[in-house]
Nanobody, 115 residues
Framework: QVQLVESGGGLVQAGGSLRLSCAAS????????LGWYRQAPGKERELVAQ???????DYADSVRGRFTISRDNAKNTLALQMNSLRPEDTAVYYC?????????WGRGTQVTVSS
């Protein structure tokens, strides 16, 4: 059974960078699709970026060109490099693991971007 723990959030000024990490336990990490989602106060959770088991990536329009998602199956980790951060990127960021019969969420990490 995969469990996910996010880290790397914090407070950063607009224009700065952060790197989020998601560490996974369990032996089935490599077979799942992975994603980063975020939820800002008063808003619904939204997809930020996703990466398939074959390392095909996709991004929300709002972050494309600024964020990069990557996975390391040997280390059971997922990362999100966030550059050129904006105040509207402020949210709790969650990592997500999906297979045909499971959806697993981490508990989230707070990212706050000051203007």
């Amino acid at each position: 059974q995969v469990q996910l723990v996010e880290s790397g959030g914090g407070l950063v000024q607009a224009g700065g960078s952060l790197r989020l990490s998601c560490a996974a336990s369990g032996s089935d990490f490599s077979i799942g699709a992975l994603g980063w989602y975020r939820q800002a106060p008063g808003k619904e959770r939204e997809l930020v970026a996703q990466i398939t088991r074959g390392a095909i990536t996709d991004y929300a329009d709002s972050v494309r060109g600024r964020f990069t998602i990557s996975r390391d199956n040997a280390k059971n980790t997922l990362a999100l490099q966030m550059n050129s951060l904006r105040p509207e990127d402020t949210a709790v960021y969650y990592c997500n693991y999906v297979t045909w019969n499971r959806v697993v969420w981490g508990r989230g990490t707070q990212v706050t971007v000051s203007s």
